[in-house]
């Protein structure tokens, strides 16, 4: 005769947040208040885990105070395709704008970076996944050309899904459009450096965000072209667990260093001093 046992399940109540704003890390699931995490630019002070931090938060960072200059802010993307999925993608656009504040994936300004005149570029996850379509590409163009015409340094900050679906060939066209700005800036002698953040992948890791003269990682983030579970059945391979991680690709020659978020403005400042002292002509990375 079959003997069962009854096994009593205790439920696992989740864990009750504090009173007041604040997130908890996915890592070490401490509980921060808003005023410490916005303090720390988003790093969890117990386990340094880097939240998600939006386009207009870096540029605060990154910019010195009143020296930043928006440009390229009357571009719209157009809707060549029709394109239309469960939604029409103007409609998934202007959900974009109304949730981001932003007009596009991609905020470029000029400013001044520890006192040294800059182009800075930085990309939002918020806004399409961060994805690159023809807006995305026309802004970095533009921003590469502001960097030529005032001779200064470009630094992006890379945080994107890839190309943007719903322009289709367009946003692939953009692709060759980056890289070409990039070539026309190392002729013209001027440093680019690229801040891949989490995740950066697709078609911005396959162009502008990887052929930079110095390319910098924050620690823990995702940088692959494809997800695991593509590659992995393309390949019939099983891949490591830490592949396309930061650290990984600084093991294997991918980044050139990977930098905590809170030492980030002074490290490039370092790297954008070392490049102009060092007599850079613009093909020394490339």
């Given at each position: 005769?079959?003997?069962?046992?009854?096994?009593?399940?205790?439920?696992?109540?989740?864990?009750?947040?504090?009173?007041?704003?604040?997130?908890?890390?996915?890592?070490?699931?401490?509980?921060?208040?808003?005023?410490?995490?916005?303090?720390?630019?988003?790093?969890?002070?117990?386990?340094?885990?880097?939240?998600?931090?939006?386009?207009?938060?870096?540029?605060?960072?990154?910019?010195?105070?009143?020296?930043?200059?928006?440009?390229?802010?009357?571009?719209?993307?157009?809707?060549?395709?029709?394109?239309?999925?469960?939604?029409?993608?103007?409609?998934?656009?202007?959900?974009?704008?109304?949730?981001?504040?932003?007009?596009?994936?991609?905020?470029?300004?000029?400013?001044?970076?520890?006192?040294?005149?800059?182009?800075?570029?930085?990309?939002?996850?918020?806004?399409?996944?961060?994805?690159?379509?023809?807006?995305?590409?026309?802004?970095?163009?533009?921003?590469?050309?502001?960097?030529?015409?005032?001779?200064?340094?470009?630094?992006?900050?890379?945080?994107?899904?890839?190309?943007?679906?719903?322009?289709?060939?367009?946003?692939?066209?953009?692709?060759?459009?980056?890289?070409?700005?990039?070539?026309?800036?190392?002729?013209?002698?001027?440093?680019?450096?690229?801040?891949?953040?989490?995740?950066?992948?697709?078609?911005?890791?396959?162009?502008?965000?990887?052929?930079?003269?110095?390319?910098?990682?924050?620690?823990?983030?995702?940088?692959?072209?494809?997800?695991a579970r593509v590659i992995e059945q393309t390949t019939r391979e099983k891949l490591p667990p830490?592949?396309?991680?930061?650290?990984?690709?600084?093991?294997?020659?991918?980044?050139?260093?990977?930098?905590?978020?809170?030492?980030?403005?002074?490290t490039l400042v370092r790297c954008l001093g070392f490049l102009s002292d060092s007599g850079f002509?613009?093909?020394?990375?490339?």
């Amino acid at each position: 005769m079959a003997k069962y046992v009854t096994v009593q399940v205790t439920k696992k109540e989740p864990p009750v947040e504090p009173a007041g704003e604040g997130e908890r890390c996915r890592r070490c699931q401490s509980f921060i208040p808003a005023a410490h995490l916005e303090a720390s630019l988003r790093v969890c002070p117990e386990c340094g885990y880097h939240f998600v931090m939006s386009a207009p938060a870096r540029i605060a960072q990154l910019g010195d105070r009143g020296t930043v200059h928006f440009v390229a802010q009357g571009l719209r993307a157009g809707d060549p395709l029709e394109f239309v999925d469960l939604r029409p993608y103007p409609e998934r656009l202007s959900q974009a704008q109304i949730e981001t504040g932003l007009t596009e994936g991609l905020a470029a300004v000029e400013c001044e970076m520890g006192g040294k005149p800059t182009a800075l570029g930085v990309m939002d996850f918020r806004f399409l996944g961060g994805s690159m379509g023809s807006v995305v590409g026309e802004t970095f163009r533009r921003l590469a050309e502001s960097a030529v015409s005032r001779k200064t340094p470009l630094v992006i900050v890379a945080a994107s899904g890839g190309a943007r679906m719903q322009e289709g060939l367009y946003s692939l066209m953009q692709m060759a459009k980056t890289v070409v700005s990039v070539q026309i800036l190392g002729e013209a002698g001027l440093p680019f450096i690229s801040v891949l953040t989490h995740p950066t992948t697709g078609g911005v890791l396959a162009s502008f965000a990887t052929i930079a003269d110095i390319i910098i990682a924050e620690p823990g983030a995702v940088m692959r072209f494809a997800g695991a579970r593509v590659i992995e059945q393309t390949t019939r391979e099983k891949l490591p667990p830490d592949f396309g991680s930061s650290e990984s690709q600084l093991a294997h020659g991918q980044v050139d260093m990977v930098v905590d978020r809170r030492q980030l403005k002074d490290t490039l400042v370092r790297c954008l001093g070392f490049l102009s002292d060092s007599g850079f002509d613009g093909h020394a990375g490339r």
